[in-house]
């Protein structure tokens, strides 16, 4: 009979083994995976030199933009996003979602097959892991009426988790949720992204004038209808009950919204 204590530690050294191979195993297939291998060698040749080597958005070219390029690595801000939704921000820029058009569109560069497996190493990069399941419902095609500005609720409430109710402050307070004041905007626009995105430009034109933004409406209840928003919001009915996944639209879309007519 072996003495206890060497039995506790060759225990303990076989668990270790064990770990040692699963994590071994778990490389070997992130390192044999050849989407992830070809999309590794396009990032370091095009993306790199502003998104940095491993992606923190710290590159050569991005330290010195106006506006800094994303952190891959940070997955509370990349996994919401669907695979679509990244490739449509890397094949056609970042004017295409209301970003800034510092990140270029590369499609007359890469193949759809190219974007894919930059896509598959953009999700080895993420902190926590991404996880597929918690991807955002993003339709594939906006919906909805154009804006006079850009403005992304997937990338505002989605992406950066903003609240509905710091904007929409009269929801639990009055009837109305109403619209936010363009001061409420440039709040944060007086220095997030205050230079280098048009949308963004756009509005410092309204505040600077000091004109409210005419904003396509896109609820109306009839006027015969009483709905107080304050007490549905104190008894706990959540905003998506009836506006739908606001978190997930790039453009903000009802399709009852605008078919209800004013007497």
Same mark, same amino acid.
Request: hydrophobic share 40%; proline share 10%.
């Given at each position: ?6 039995? =506790? ?5 076989? &668990?270790? @083994?064990?770990? !040692? %191979? ?7 297939? #992130? ?81 759809? =097959? ?5 896509? &598959?190493? @953009?999700?080895? !990069? %993420? ?7 918690? #991807? ?128």
């Amino acid at each position: 009979m072996g003495h206890p204590r060497i039995g =506790r530690l060759s225990a303990r050294a076989a &668990a270790l @083994i064990v770990l !040692l %191979a699963l994590a071994s195993i778990s490389s070997s297939k #992130t390192a044999i995976d050849p989407s992830v291998q070809r999309g590794q060698q396009m990032f370091a040749k095009h993306c790199a030199i502003c998104h940095g080597p491993l992606g923190k958005g710290d590159g050569a070219v991005g330290n010195a933009m106006p506006v800094k390029p994303a952190d891959l690595t940070d997955g509370r801000l990349m996994n919401p996003l669907p695979d679509h939704a990244l490739a449509k921000i890397i094949g056609e820029g970042g004017q295409a979602v209301g970003l800034s058009p510092l990140m270029p569109g590369w499609k007359p560069f890469l193949t759809p =097959r190219e974007i894919q497996d930059l896509i &598959a190493h @953009i999700r080895t !990069l %993420a902190t926590p892991p991404f996880a597929p399941e918690e #991807t955002l419902p993003v339709p594939a095609a906006p919906e909805g009426p154009e804006q006079p500005i850009f403005f992304s609720h997937l990338v505002h409430a989605g992406r950066f988790r903003i609240d509905c109710q710091y904007c929409h402050a009269g929801a639990r307070r009055s009837l109305a949720a109403g619209i936010p004041s363009v001061e409420r905007c440039m709040g944060c626009h007086k220095i997030v992204a205050a230079q280098g995105n048009p949308e963004v430009q756009k509005l410092q034109s309204y505040y600077q004038r000091r004109e409210p933004i005419p904003w396509v409406r896109i609820f109306k209840l009839p006027e015969y209808t009483y709905f107080p928003h304050k007490n549905h919001l104190r008894a706990g009915v959540q905003c998506q009950t009836c506006h739908g996944r606001v978190e997930a639209m790039e453009r903000l879309h009802a399709r009852t919204g605008q078919s209800l007519v004013n007497d």
